[in-house]
């Protein structure tokens, strides 16, 4: 994990990333996603993210629904 993540105002634009608020699905903790800051699309077209719950530590999918641009979140295995 080479990969260095910097956050800096100067570069920040405008509609770059967003929070979106969801929760665990296993443990229902409160977890926020930082959207945008580098979207994956799946072979579906999905928007989709990959994380672990602070809380739990499950891995979990998030996909956004390019309908009404929800994210839904689900274990992933
Ligand atoms: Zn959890």
């Known amino acids: 994990m080479s990969a260095k993540f910097v ?3 100067s570069v ?3 509609n770059a990333a967003k929070s979106e608020r969801v929760a665990c ?5 409160a977890l926020v996603i930082q959207r945008g800051d580098r979207p ?3 072979e579906c077209g999905f928007e989709s993210y990959s994380l672990s ?3 739990c530590g499950s891995a ?3 996909i956004v629904d390019p309908l009404d641009d929800s994210l839904l979140l689900a274990i992933s295995s």
């Open 7 to 9: 956050m800096s105002p």
């Open 12 to 14: 920040k634009r405008s």
């Open 25 to 29: 699905p296993n443990c229902a903790v």
């Open 40 to 42: 994956e699309i799946d």
């Open 53 to 55: 719950c602070r809380a």
């Open 60 to 62: 979990l999918a998030g």
